[in-house]
């Protein structure tokens, strides 16, 4: 990103006309230290939506871990929910 985002909310969708394929992933951020893991999950389909504590940061690291095929991801967002 090109400044720090705050965010609670992680938004991954694959495009599904091309099929679901992720099997495994890590979510990541960068903090002045390093990569800090924000989370893993399985799969991402239409949509996944990921809670995490408020984070400010200007790098997130999506690394697929496990695939069936090459993941097409459509989007990817990052949201702070206001009220919860």
């Known amino acids: 990103m090109k400044k720090p985002v705050t965010f609670n909310r992680i938004s991954?969708?694959?495009?599904?006309?091309?099929?679901?394929?992720?099997?495994?992933a890590l979510l990541e951020?960068?903090?002045?230290?390093?990569?800090?893991?924000?989370?893993?999950?399985?799969?991402?389909?239409?949509k996944r939506l990921i809670r995490t504590d408020k984070i400010t940061t200007s790098k997130l690291?999506?690394?697929?871990?496990k695939s069936l095929a090459p993941v097409h991801l459509a989007e990817v967002g990052a949201y702070l929910a206001v009220s919860e």
Not at 12 to 24: C, D, P, R, V
Not at 29 to 46: N, P
Not at 61 to 65: E, G, P
């Open 29 to 46: 951020y960068w903090d002045a230290s390093g990569w800090k893991k924000l989370g893993d999950f399985t799969t991402i389909g239409y």
């Open 61 to 65: 690291r999506i690394s697929i871990l």
């Open 12 to 24: 991954l969708q694959e495009n599904i006309s091309l099929g679901q394929y992720n099997e495994s």
